[in-house]
């Protein structure tokens, strides 16, 4: 072979292979592309938070279809988030944080059911599949919250401040909102709380009270939006001290209620901030 033509095969051999090296990392997960999954895997916390949530206080009444009704919407709407991050652009490059979260997705959804099913027809949840169901809500929360971190730093993608302010506000009153639903479900209940982190209400409180002042010092407090930060202000307010002195006197019913809107609130925020 003419070394001429053979030094150019070489070179154009070397070219392919290069291409094929590097063709992946050109097709890794995009800003662009983070942005809505991140948002994905928030919804599907705040879902397993809320599902969990909505259990304990149907356990205290388990013939009520409202109750029961709220369970299997927030199931419902875990499973059509997880279904919107499957088709996902670039989602391929955090497949196996994805697997992994609807791996812990099947057993969490399996414990509610029996859980419920028990609620209904017995009258009281088996402590065992009680405690099992609390852990796998953790473990779901946990997934995610692996999954988010992985995909910011495959793609050197990070929110803004204030939507992680806010995603981190909304997070934490979810954890504090069951274990305050779990702790009026039964003495048992408290126990299995499925909250991730083990620290006290109280403590949670002081946690979000300083992040509504973060928020109040943001461009938030403006307009529009400032209105929702003080009914932010006001509904935290009325419940705030239910949660740092949580006493058996308490309206777990109101907590929920305010709890939630609250929550929504902020949702609101971030649909205007993201």
């Avoid at 070179?11 to 983070?34: D, H, N, R």
């Avoid at 479900?185 to 620290?199: D, H, L, N, R, Y």
């Amino acid at each position: 072979m003419d070394y001429s033509v053979h030094d150019r095969y070489l070179k154009v051999v070397g070219l392919f292979l290069s291409l094929m090296v590097i063709a992946p990392l050109s097709q890794a997960l995009t800003k662009e592309e983070t942005k809505p999954i991140l948002a994905y895997f928030h919804n599907v916390q705040i879902h397993a938070y809320q599902a969990i949530n909505s259990y304990y206080n149907f356990s205290l009444n388990p013939g009520d279809k409202e109750l029961h009704s709220q369970i299997l919407t927030e199931m419902s709407s875990l499973e059509s988030t997880l279904s919107a991050l499957e088709s996902s652009p670039g989602i391929v490059d955090i497949q196996g944080e994805l697997a992994d979260i609807n791996e812990q997705w099947v057993k969490y959804r399996d414990l509610l059911n029996t859980n419920i099913d028990d609620a209904i027809k017995l009258g009281y949840p088996d402590l065992r599949l009680l405690a099992d169901m609390a852990q796998s809500n953790i473990d779901v929360v946990g997934a995610v919250e692996r999954a988010y971190e992985r995909a910011q730093d495959v793609s050197g993608f990070k929110p803004t401040n204030i939507v992680a302010t806010l995603r981190d506000s909304k997070l934490l009153l979810a954890s504090m909102m069951t274990k305050y639903s779990a702790r009026s479900a039964s003495t048992v209940s408290q126990i299995f709380q499925g909250a991730k982190t083990e620290e006290a209400m109280d403590v949670q409180a002081e946690h979000f009270d300083k992040r509504l002042a973060e928020l109040m010092k943001t461009e938030l407090n403006k307009g529009d939006s400032a209105k929702v930060l003080d009914s932010i202000s006001t509904k935290w307010n009325f419940i705030r001290n239910s949660y740092k002195n949580y006493n058996e006197n308490n309206v777990s019913y109101v907590v929920n209620l305010y709890s939630y809107r609250i929550i929504d609130a902020l949702d609101d925020l971030l649909k205007q901030n993201s």
